[in-house]
């Protein structure tokens, strides 16, 4: 079901695990990958971020948004087993990951697209959550109209087509949000 009303494609398939494995992809996630703060460059100051980051990615590529560049760690079994089950459900092949951990509800992501010169341009993102439910929303760039919806625990939504042309997208704070979410981003660099 395509979430955006037009000028890209936003594929929300729900949880794509059960509870049981979403809960034991979780805690592997949190505790095995080797996360680091993240950094970002704002207003020509270097920021470390409440957020974690981790990036995987085939032939040693680095991934640089935000005046930052992201070194890759090696593919392990488990994220190799998670990039083919989310490659199988989506149809498409990806060949780098970003994953974030969320600590709690007032770590958020602000208005941004994806839209690095290193990705192939409306090649899929498909974004797996795992964790705390977190609203994503999504705001058109020229009109300002805006979807959302409730990203659930071992869930899977597909960005593809013009999405990241048009569309901007956040994770908002919330206050209510008192457990940690972890996002696996798998994209296709160039």
């Not at 009303?5 to 509870?19: H, N, R, T």
């Not at 999405?163 to 160039?190: D, G, N, Y």
Request: hydrophobic share 40%; glycine share 6%.
């Amino acid at each position: 079901m395509n979430i955006l009303p037009y000028d890209g494609a936003v594929d929300y398939l729900g949880p794509v695990f059960s509870k049981l494995e979403a809960d034991q992809w979780l805690s592997m996630l949190f505790e095995a990958i080797p996360w680091k703060n993240d950094e970002v460059v704002m207003f020509g100051k270097r920021i470390t971020m409440a957020r974690k980051v981790a990036w995987f990615a085939d032939g040693g590529a680095a991934y640089s948004y935000t005046g930052t560049t992201k070194r890759p760690e090696p593919w392990s079994e488990s994220m190799l087993a998670l990039r083919s089950r989310v490659q199988d459900i989506s149809s498409s092949k990806y060949n780098c990951c970003l994953l974030n951990l969320y600590h709690l509800g007032s770590e958020s992501m602000s208005w941004h697209s994806d839209d690095e010169a290193t990705l192939v341009p409306c090649a899929p993102i498909a974004s797996l959550s795992f964790g705390a439910e977190r609203r994503f929303c999504f705001k058109h760039k020229r009109t300002q109209e805006k979807a959302s919806l409730l990203l659930e625990h071992g869930s899977l939504l597909v960005m593809s087509g013009s999405t990241q042309t048009h569309w901007r997208h956040a994770l908002p704070k919330s206050s209510r949000v008192v457990h940690p979410r972890i996002s696996l981003t798998f994209r296709t660099m160039a």
